[in-house]
């Protein structure tokens, strides 16, 4: 009898656009021999999932759903969560997962609250030796000097909405007149800000996931854009060369896919994850940690995951029934 598998999409934030692609790629993805698959959306409107073309609400007490054609309620197996941002990245999806004991794709609750919030995860990160930007941090209640931060940071610097992503209301800021729009702007996303010095490099990204007795490094990607930086025109309307591996030195590459590793560790990391770098001169600096990766087909992991030389049903397929297989 195949799992019933939920592919939950949609979410809270900007990044819905991004997570109906992400939808459509991991459903073409998994195995429809193995797998009933079903769309389930998730939008402060209300939770539902369609089926050719008709929608049926979902039942928050236990996550199933009826249709007219079944005689029981669906009740899903495996919730594979590709909703960027809130709910679905911040671990309120996953703390619901838990408490009703289905399993899913993601990191835990613990993992994707840190992992989600940049300026905090960073500076965890930072304890145990791995290189940042330098930053600050701000909320709606911070008092803040524009001088200060420009005087602290320097220019050009990076203005982003702390628990955002895709690169919404990201701004590259040059010059001390634009800081407060750029605040104000990332502001619009999210409750807090992450202001970050700019460091100058070769930007690129690596995958990792871990299974029970098996872990999986992919090979670096290498982010080209004319672009400012990799803002959400190169990362979804093709701005952008993506080179998959890399052309860099293989030590260096070897060093971020340790790193990569051992964040993966260090954050109790589960699933696949991503995590971005900026290499600057011999140094790696982090930017951040991706618990629900983009998963287009043009997306990094799928990139990664072909030039491993691996099937990216496969390795999805593993991720799902490792969660079943007493991990």
Known sequence: MKRNIAIVWGGYSSEIVVSAKSMAGVYSFLDKGKYEIYKVKIVKEGWTVEIDGETYPVDKNDFTFL?????????????????????????????????????????????????????????????????????LYLNKDSKYGINDIANKLGLPMFVKPNTGGSSFATTKVKSIDQIQKAIDDAFGETPDVIIESFIEGREVTCGCYKIKGKEVVFPLTEVVTSNDFFDYNAKYEGQVEEITPARIAKDMTDEIQRLTRKVYDLVGAKGIIRVDFIICGDIPYLLEVNTVPGMTQTSFIPQQVAAAGLNITEVLTEIIENEFNGN
């Open 67 to 135: 249709c007219p054609q079944q005689k029981e309620k669906v009740r899903f197996d495996f919730a594979f969560i590709i909703i960027h941002g809130s709910p679905g990245e911040d671990g309120h999806l996953q703390s619901y997962f838990d408490m009703l004991d289905i399993p899913y794709s993601t990191c835990g609750m613990m993992a994707s609250a840190l992992t989600m919030n940049k300026f905090v995860c960073n500076n965890f990160l930072k304890n145990f030796g791995i290189t940042v930007a330098n930053s």
